[in-house]
T-cell receptor
């Protein structure tokens, strides 16, 4: 069953703009992660935020987590054409070991 | 290079045939996973294994089988009982009890 629901489903922006993607989930989590997938390729892990954290940064990425609203956002600043990809949020439940549940993904297009 | 190798990249199956997708990892990870990806559906977990000679069903195990005879290898067989096997299949692995997982490049399976 799908746990994470990303929003919007598709996003098109101009190079240099910021891209904000959202993820909502339904049950308690241990952590939330964001992955990136280029067309026809495997997924690549971007960033993990734990349930006791509110914000995390990695390069041009900023992730926030609001456990009271059961939501997370991924911000990519100063986007580049190479950021064009699908982005997935994945939630890990407490006690579920390493089993993750993925959302349906957001397609990001960055126009040069 | 360390990583996860899936083969073949493209595979065609005739009606009634079983086919096996290979997944090998040299990351020394204990846990391995198989996901199926359909357009607009995100990733769905087929099977996972946390230790050699043991594996568990995921959300959509019907019509699939796996084995875990070696730590490095986790092949997936798509049986003739799987009525709609055309999809992109992703193998992944992780350190046990760590939520971040690492993906192979995927295999496309098409029924002809």
């Amino acid at each position: 069953s799908q746990q994470g629901e990303e929003d919007p489903q598709a996003l098109s922006i101009q190079e240099g703009e910021n891209a904000t993607m959202n993820c909502s989930y339904k049950t308690s989590i241990n952590n939330l992660q964001w992955y990136r997938q280029n067309s026809g390729r495997g997924l690549v892990h971007l960033i993990l935020i734990r349930s006791n954290e509110r914000e995390k940064h990695s390069g041009r990425l900023r992730v926030t987590l609001d456990t009271s609203k059961k939501s997370s956002s991924l911000l990519i600043t100063a986007s580049r054409a190479a950021d064009t990809a699908s982005y997935f949020c994945a939630t890990g439940q407490a006690g579920a070991n390493s089993k993750l549940t993925f959302g349906k993904g957001i397609t990001l297009s960055v126009r040069p | 290079d360390g990583g996860i190798t899936q083969s073949p990249k493209y595979l065609f199956r005739k009606e009634g045939q079983n086919v096996t997708l290979s997944c090998e990892q040299n990351l020394n990870h204990d846990a391995m996973y198989w996901y199926r990806q359909d357009p607009g559906q995100g990733l769905r977990l087929i099977y996972y294994s946390q230790i050699v000679n043991d594996f568990q069903k995921g959300d959509i195990a019907e019509g699939y089988s796996v084995s875990r005879e070696k730590k490095e290898s986790f092949p997936l067989t798509v049986t003739s009982a799987q009525k709609n096997p055309t999809a992109f299949y992703l193998c992944a692995s992780s350190i046990l009890n760590r939520n971040t997982i690492y993906f192979g490049e995927g295999s496309w399976l098409t029924v002809v």
